[in-house]
């Protein structure tokens, strides 16, 4: 059974940065489409950034040019870079394969940005 875990999360001001790890395990991870989404409070979950098996990146538009999708097949850990950081980027955090049908959800980081 493929298990995820995110880590990384916090409190941090607007304008800061965080980097999320999620480690991920039970399955041929180095061929595996990931990507990174988020829930805020009332509102449904979003893709945020997603990464092929070949390590070509993709976004969504609120976060192109401040966030960072990364892999290492090596460590079985998918990573992401958030920089410049608004208020409205607080959510959890969760990863999980795209483009196919998803894994069982982890419990996710929680990312929470002050003004």
């Known amino acids: 059974q493929v298990q995820l875990v995110e880590s990384g999360g916090g409190l941090v001001q607007a304008g800061g940065s965080l980097r999320l790890s999620c480690a991920v395990s039970?399955?041929?991870?180095?061929?595996?489409?990931m990507g990174w989404f988020r829930q805020a409070p009332g509102k449904q979950r979003e893709l945020v950034a997603g990464?092929?098996?070949?390590?070509?990146?993709y976004y969504a538009d609120s976060v192109k040019g401040r966030f960072t999708i990364s892999r290492d097949n090596a460590k079985n850990t998918v990573y992401l870079q958030m920089n410049s950081l608004k208020p409205e980027d607080t959510a959890v955090y969760y990863c999980n394969r795209n483009g196919a049908n998803y894994y069982a959800w982890g419990q996710g980081t929680q990312v929470t940005v002050s003004s």
């Open positions: 039970g399955t041929i991870f180095s061929i595996v489409h």
């Open positions: 990464i092929f098996s070949d390590g070509t990146t």
